[in-house]
Every structure is written in C-alpha cells, then in structure tokens.
C-alpha cells in the first residue's frame, strides 16, 4: 500500500465544507469521487483541515492510499473532472506514515473585510461599511497573542479534546483601501474559533466593547460571552506547513 498527499486550492461558495456529507455536496465528496473515477476503486481522502462552510482554501492537503503507481497524467485528468472552483495542484508520494491533519505544524488564515462594495470581492470578503478603529483591533490582536485557552471562541457543540492552542501570529492590515485583512496563525485551530476571533475584533473596532471586555472575554472561558462569528465568505485557508520538503518527493505536477 502507498501514500500519496494533494495539494489542491477551492473556492467553497457552492459546498458544504471540506468534509464529506450524506445530505449536502462537499469539496472532499468532489475529490473522492474524482479519484475513485480514474484509479476505478472506491478511494477515501483525509483532509488537513476540515474548513466550513462557504470557506475558501488557497491552500489545503489530504491523502489517500492506493495500492498501485498512479498514472502519468493523473493531475490533469482529475482537473479535467473536477469543477472549476476546485484544482489540484500537486501530488506527492508520502511516507507511509503520513498524516495530512496531525502531521501539520501550523495552518494560516486570513479573512477579509471590504468598506466599500466590490463585485469583484463577492462571495470572498465581508461587507461591512461601518466605521472601526484599525489600530485598536490590532491592540485586541496582541492580546490574544499573549493567551492560549481559546474555549470562549469555539463553537459549544465541537468534540475537542481541549482548548490550548498556539498562537504564531495574529494582525489586521489595510492592503488597499477600504480593505483590510486579518491574518492568523497557529499550531491548531478550534471549531469556528478564526470567524468568532474575526467577530469579536470588529466588535472592538466598533467600540461595541473594550480592551479589558476583551481580555474577560479570553478568561472566562464560555462562547456565550464571545461576540458573533463573521461570515464564512470572507475567510480563506492559506497555508499547511510540514515538516516535509515537497519538491524533494516523487511528486506529479
């Protein structure tokens, strides 16, 4: 048995999620039934992050095990099959060992925020034309830099074995005008925990709440008392970091 990881990239307006769904089409049942139509044997992909709803991916992995060496030209013909919003753009023989979801050292986020409507930015910002204080949110940003219990920020039905995470780095900056990008990292990420951070800040930026509401928010540990999640449009997954160096595995392109 062999392992292979992907690399692909997907616009998640029209599915339900990375994760495969009974009841609603999802980015993962696209990509397995792409695999299971050329390699003619029922193939079953795991994800390195299970994105939500309406959530975009620049970047996200999974990987597959299939007993036999894939065909030359199989990049191509999974493009050929797959929807225009989905694309992949590697495949690496992997260790067989390797896991695209624990394996993982940090994923990064960003989320976007437009002042002004932009046709071009539909679907994968947030609108939001009333007026915040940039530099405050980045104030409410270092805040929750300096913490690592983020159980106010994870939806109240996740199934987490606990609420530690590690920031690496969290920061908004207008990279045009009227929109601005909040950027986060960390070794690992709680059920919608980006969106309600996301939320949260705009608040703040708002003057809706302050920085020491802020910090209770973080101590008090309870959802209940974090402010509303932000849209799934606006967020894109942007990086899976491993240790491995792709370009040095027997890759396909």
């Not at 991916?57 to 060496?69: G, L, R």
């Not at 894939?70 to 260790?95: C, E, F, H, M, S």
């Not at 409410?140 to 690592?148: F, Y």
Request: with cysteine.
């Amino acid at each position: 048995m062999a392992r292979y990881a992907i690399q692909l990239s997907y616009i998640g307006t029209r599915y339900a999620g990375w994760q495969s769904q009974k009841n609603a089409v999802s980015v993962q049942n696209k990509i397995d039934h792409a695999l299971s139509t050329i390699l003619k044997q029922s193939i079953e992909t795991t994800g390195s992050s299970r994105t939500d709803t309406g959530v975009h991916a620049v970047q996200q992995f999974c990987h597959f095990d299939y007993n036999y060496p894939l065909p030359d030209n199989i990049i191509r013909q999974l493009n050929g099959i797959l929807p225009n919003d989905i694309a992949i753009q590697g495949i690496y023989k992997v260790p067989d060992t390797f896991h695209s979801r624990f394996d993982a050292l940090y994923r990064s986020y960003e989320y976007h925020v437009v002042q002004e409507k932009n046709p071009f930015l539909y679907q994968k910002s947030y609108l939001m034309t009333r007026k915040i204080n940039l530099e405050l949110m980045n104030e409410g940003a270092d805040i929750l830099l300096q913490s690592t219990d983020f159980k106010s920020f994870c939806k109240t039905k996740s199934e987490t074995k606990g609420y530690k995470c590690k920031l690496r780095y969290a920061y908004w900056k207008e990279i045009k005008p009227k929109h601005i990008v909040f950027y986060i990292s960390s070794n690992r990420f709680l059920y919608g925990m980006v969106r309600t951070i996301v939320g949260t800040l705009l608040e703040l930026g708002e003057n809706k709440i302050n920085l020491e509401q802020l910090q209770e928010i973080i101590n008090v540990g309870d959802r209940k008392q974090a402010r509303y999640s932000a849209p799934a449009e606006g967020l894109f997954l942007t990086e899976v970091a491993y240790s491995h160096n792709w370009q040095e595995l027997p890759h396909w392109k």
